[in-house]
């Protein structure tokens, strides 16, 4: 019987990752905002500034290096390799491609200037300075008129120059693909659960044995991310695959996967597999009887791209879409990647094989049946 299912890793680990900070920069914008960053080897250090009050941009590209000492484990094997985790955060990336289009109208920065005046006459009693004088038939008080006057202003503005920045909020302008390598099945390493039983007849008369195996294995189905996007909201895309070797399925996969999340996706489960056989031993023989059960672990790795919209900050210039400042596609289109590791358990080799015993080599027998369980991994 063959059963689709999930395994850990192929290789163990006893080293660990290690950074260093190899590559550093900073950036800041005409308001003092300021940001800096320090990569890991392997890594380049991105810096973008910006203009007025838009954000600065520092970010780390490329795959950092790490130093991984690796040995065969003696025992169960899986095929996945350990990975680093590679995530894209969307806001960042789209800002710095933003800061290398040319810079535009953002807003207007305005202020007052004096522009003239504005007068009216005021009639008062007269008195002091001479003023023009009107004097009443009814020889009513004397009243003069003068002239008050008050500054008049008008706003003069100029435009603000700089870069277009993301609100942060993305969608997904055309469903993500996905592309399914297929791997090459007879490249992939097997791990044989084996138990070997001698038994030993030292009688005349043939004898009969049951010979039992049974061990208990993990399956089930595991999804590796290995490279996501960072969006700030959910981004799904559907991962789908069925292989047929031999007549035989020999890995299925189909869900819904959170483009954006860390989080692995496990159903891992125990089961026990169990063989069972009456084995018959001739007299003054012994018999060695072997059964394995083989695990074979295969990784199927996917990679994906989304294709994505988004909005802007608002500006003088009202662009308001991630479409209208980057038109090209390519420009707004992200990658996704990942693996899905699948393993088939079914029974392995069985083989026995008999051999005449003497008086003298049962005298040295202690126990007529002698288990001897193993572990065997074949690339």
């Known amino acids: 019987m063959v059963r689709t ?28 905002d300021n940001c800096s960053i320090d990569c890991p080897d392997g890594q380049s250090a991105q810096c973008s500034n910006a203009t007025g009050g838009g954000t600065p941009i520092c970010e780390c590209s490329g795959t950092p290096d790490f130093h991984l000492d690796f040995v065969r484990p003696s025992g169960p094997i899986s095929s996945a390799l350990p990975m680093s985790l590679a995530e894209t955060d969307l806001l960042a990336v789209v800002n710095a491609k933003l800061a290398t289009l040319p810079p535009v109208h953002l807003r207007d920065k305005c202020h007052k200037v004096e522009d003239g005046q504005s007068c009216r006459p005021r009639k ?21 008129y003068e002239e008050i006057c008050r500054p008049l202003y008008r706003d003069v503005c100029t435009p603000v120059m700089g870069s277009l920045t993301s609100t942060g909020v993305f969608s997904k302008e055309t469903e993500p693909t996905v592309n399914v390598k297929e791997p090459n099945w007879d490249d992939i390493p097997i791990s044989y659960f084996g138990l070997k039983a001698s038994y030993y007849n030292c009688n005349p008369l043939n004898q009969e044995f049951t010979f039992t195996q049974t061990n208990k294995l993990s399956i089930g189905t595991k999804l590796t991310k290995t490279k996501t996007i960072k969006s700030g909201q959910e981004i799904s895309a559907s991962v789908g695959f069925e292989f047929i070797v031999k007549g035989n399925v020999a890995a299925k996969f189909s869900r819904e996967i959170s483009i954006g999340s860390t989080e692995e996706a496990s159903e891992i489960r125990d089961e026990t597999f169990s063989y069972t056989e009456k084995v ?6 012994l018999l060695t009887y072997t059964h394995e059960f083989a695990q074979k672990a295969v990784d199927i790795h996917y990679t994906g791209t989304v294709q994505v919209d988004g909005t802007l900050q608002p500006n003088a210039a009202k662009i308001k879409t991630l479409v209208q400042a980057l038109p090209q596609p390519a420009d707004r289109t992200f990658e996704f ?18 051999t005449k015993i003497t008086e003298e080599e049962c005298s040295k027998v202690d126990q007529p049946v002698v288990l001897e369980p193993y572990v065997r991994v074949e690339n």
């Not at 192929?10 to 914008?29: E, I, K, R, Y």
């Not at 018959?280 to 023989?285: A, L, R, Y």
């Open 5 to 32: 299912i999930f395994t850990m890793c192929l290789l163990c680990v006893v080293g660990f990752p290690h950074a260093s900070q190899a590559a550093s920069c900073s950036a800041q914008n005409d308001q003092g």
């Open 124 to 144: 008062v009693p007269c008195g002091g300075a001479p003023r023009e004088m009107t004097t009443s038939s009814d020889q009513q008080p004397l009243w003069c």
């Open 280 to 285: 018959n031993v001739p007299g003054m023989h």
């Open 337 to 354: 990647a990942g693996f899905v590791t699948s393993t088939d358990v079914y029974e392995g080799r069985t083989k026995n094989i008999a």
